[in-house]
């Protein structure tokens, strides 16, 4: 089983930045990957995903703030946050699609 460790949270201001990491124990060569976040209350929630070869996706809360992209040498997928809203704000979660595993999560607070 492949194990996913995310990183990089922690709070930040509004209009800041963060960029988080996954990290995943094998290969994530053949795997489309995935961002989620989870907001206090709310269902989680699609933020961003990498196929290999193909164009990624973003939910419309997030495009043209956020940017993922993935390092297959390092096994590892990284969210780019930039411009951070205080709605931003939930744990996020790394996915790998094909067999459904699941980071622990990270959690982001933009906060002035």
């Known amino acids: 089983q492949v194990q996913l460790v995310e990183s990089g949270g922690g709070l930040v201001q509004p209009g800041g930045s963060l960029r988080l990491s996954c990290a995943a124990s094998?290969?994530?060569?053949?795997?489309?990957m995935g961002w989620y976040r989870q907001a206090p209350g709310k269902q989680r929630e699609l933020v961003a995903d990498?196929?290999?070869?193909?164009?990624?996706y973003y939910a419309d809360s997030v495009k043209g703030r956020f940017t993922i992209s993935r390092d297959n040498a390092k096994n590892t997928v990284y969210p780019q946050m930039n411009s951070l809203k205080p709605e931003d704000t939930a744990v996020y979660y790394c996915?790998?699609?094909?067999?459904?595993?699941w980071g622990q999560g990270t959690q982001v607070t933009v906060s002035s």
């Open positions: 094998g290969s994530i060569f053949r795997y489309a």
């Open positions: 990498i196929i290999i070869g193909g164009t990624p």
């Open positions: 996915r790998m699609y094909g067999n459904n595993y």
